[in-house]
């Protein structure tokens, strides 16, 4: 997927994804991504159909306000690859303060709506419903679904007329959602040792103590520190 930027939202390039530059026409139907908030600073612009699953370099944890142009809803993850927390917008936000999701989009997806309304998870209608619950499934707790969850949300879709939205919105309610996205500080010293072994090939050290409180107070993705390690002097050393 392509992603061009605009000034200092850097220049990537990636594939499919359609920026509109400077004073440029913007996407008919798609979603524009700001800067600073009231929609005002640099920007980048994607199509309804397109996913960003890496920000532009420059523009990671930098968006502050987000314009949903024409038929497209938008979901923000926290996290790159479509990780993490994430916010489904169907309607142009101009402070993601408001949402707690100001400086924190790491990757999106902007999906159309169907003619009859409905986003591309809206109401059933011609929708498959099992895609409809396995996407959210795979978006909101990161696997597949389980055969009685499978078998309970197809029901909803089609007996009751559940939009994709309201799959994801009962799934954020659910005990499994709120156990994987509540922060403890176990889970923010496992994390720092993964990055540890995956970037050092060590454990951490108690200079990490640091890291842990970044990534506990939700100041710091794994991604991030990752990064962090790999701009350290102890990595660019062992890798001359």
Request: glycine letters at 8%.
């Given at each position: 997927?392509?992603?061009?930027?605009?000034?200092?939202f850097?220049?990537?390039?990636a594939?499919s994804?359609?920026?509109?530059?400077?004073?440029?026409?913007?996407?008919?139907?798609?979603?524009?991504?700001?800067?600073?908030?009231?929609?005002?600073?640099?920007?980048?612009?994607?199509?309804?159909?397109?996913?960003?699953?890496?920000?532009?370099?420059?523009?990671?944890?930098?968006?502050?306000?987000?314009?949903?142009?024409?038929?497209?809803?938008?979901?923000?993850?926290?996290?790159?690859?479509?990780?993490?927390?994430?916010?489904?917008?169907?309607?142009?936000?101009?402070?993601?303060?408001?949402?707690?999701?100001?400086?924190?989009?790491?990757?999106?997806?902007?999906?159309?709506?169907?003619?009859?309304?409905?986003?591309r998870?809206?109401?059933?209608?011609?929708?498959?419903?099992?895609?409809?619950?396995?996407?959210?499934y795979?978006?909101?707790?990161?696997?597949?679904?389980?055969?009685?969850?499978?078998?309970?949300?197809?029901?909803?879709?089609?007996?009751?007329?559940?939009?994709?939205?309201?799959v994801?919105?009962?799934?954020?309610?659910?005990?499994?959602?709120?156990?994987r996205?509540?922060?403890?500080?176990?889970?923010?010293?496992?994390?720092?040792?993964?990055?540890?072994?995956?970037?050092?090939?060590?454990?951490?050290?108690p200079?990490?103590?640091?890291?842990?409180?970044?990534?506990?107070?939700?100041?710091?993705?794994?991604?991030?520190?990752?990064?962090?390690?790999?701009?350290?002097?102890?990595?660019?050393n062992?890798?001359?």
């Open positions: 997927m392509t992603i061009a930027s605009v000034a200092s850097a220049v990537l390039a594939s994804v359609v920026t509109a530059q400077g004073g440029g026409p913007l996407p008919r139907d798609g979603a524009c991504f700001y800067e600073d908030t009231n929609y005002r600073g640099q920007y980048f612009c994607v199509r309804a159909g397109d996913d960003v699953d890496t920000m532009p370099s420059g523009a990671n944890d930098r968006v502050s306000s987000i314009r949903v142009l024409g038929r497209a809803d938008v979901r923000v993850y926290r996290d790159s690859r479509f990780r993490g927390e994430s916010l489904q917008l169907n309607s142009s936000v101009r402070d993601l303060d408001d949402e707690d999701f100001d400086d924190a989009i790491s990757s999106v997806r902007v999906e159309g709506r169907s003619s009859g309304g409905g986003s998870g809206g109401r059933s209608g011609s929708q498959n419903p099992e895609l409809i619950v396995r996407r959210a795979q978006d909101i707790l990161e696997r597949d679904p389980d055969p009685t969850g499978m078998r309970i949300y197809r029901i909803h879709i089609i007996d009751d007329g559940w939009t994709e939205q309201e994801r919105e009962d799934l954020r309610r659910s005990p499994e959602y709120r156990e996205n509540t922060m403890t500080r176990a889970k923010a010293e496992e994390i720092v040792r993964q990055a540890y072994i995956t970037v050092l090939n060590r454990e951490p050290d200079g990490s103590r640091g890291f842990v409180d970044a990534i506990y107070r939700k100041k710091m993705t794994r991604d991030e520190l990752e990064r962090e390690l790999r701009n350290s002097p102890e990595y660019r062992r890798n001359r």
